[in-house]
């Protein structure tokens, strides 16, 4: 932070103008982005442990190796990582300065991310039919709770990622779209690291015991 002093007039108080440094914004935008991510580490966290502890009351009805279909999620995983790298290409072209490319790596990262929301509401609906609904065990409603969770914040990822491509189409690239980029960009690994934990622990944990 900087000041000035306005000394035109000879003899008057002197004033003192506050320029706020580009630095410090970013800097305070970065900070609280990574206390909201740490928030949802801890969401998440209740939400495998509450797994951890229901995920076995079936309640006299399907366990997860009855219901689960390892190439169908295999298939959806693929899609959530294979948008997280092109996300990081969108990122190497913002780099460079390539706003055009930047865009389309920005929308097959899009169209990746609306086919993992496709198959797991595919999913979701499949189990429903069968009448594997979250009110037929505790195991059941703690699994639509983790994975669905996960789904809605990939929706909203979904729908910050086409409000960013418009502002970046009217203003270019800007620090402050670079800055909100780069957020999302965190916030889109983040939700791929915790798919990695859900398939993990949850699908090929309840097929295999």
């Not at 065990?137 to 809605?152: C, D, E, I, K, Q």
């Amino acid at each position: 932070m900087t000041t000035k002093t306005d000394l035109t007039a000879p003899g008057t108080v002197p004033v003192f103008f506050v320029e706020e440094e580009h630095g410090h914004a970013e800097g305070s935008t970065m900070l609280g982005f990574w206390i909201y991510l740490m928030s949802d580490c801890l969401i998440f966290a209740v939400l495998f442990a509450t797994y951890a502890v229901l995920g076995h009351s079936y309640a006299a009805g399907p366990s997860g190796k009855d219901l689960f279909e390892l190439p169908t999620v295999a298939i959806n995983t693929s899609m959530l990582l294979l948008s997280s790298i092109t996300y990081g290409f969108a990122m190497l072209a913002m780099d460079k300065e390539r706003q055009g490319q930047m865009l389309f790596w920005l929308v097959i990262t899009g169209l990746f991310g609306l086919a993992f929301v496709g198959l797991e509401l595919t999913e979701f609906a499949s189990l429903i039919r069968e009448g594997a609904t979250p009110q037929r065990s505790a195991f059941l409603s703690s699994f639509f709770t983790l994975v669905g969770t996960h789904g809605l914040h990939v929706s909203v990822g979904i729908i910050w990622l086409v409000t960013l491509m418009v502002q970046v189409m009217k203003h270019g690239l800007i620090p402050e779209n670079r800055r909100r980029l780069l957020c999302l960009s965190m916030f889109w690994h983040f939700l791929d690291v915790i798919w990695i934990g859900v398939f993990s622990f949850v699908y090929l944990m309840g097929v295999l015991v």
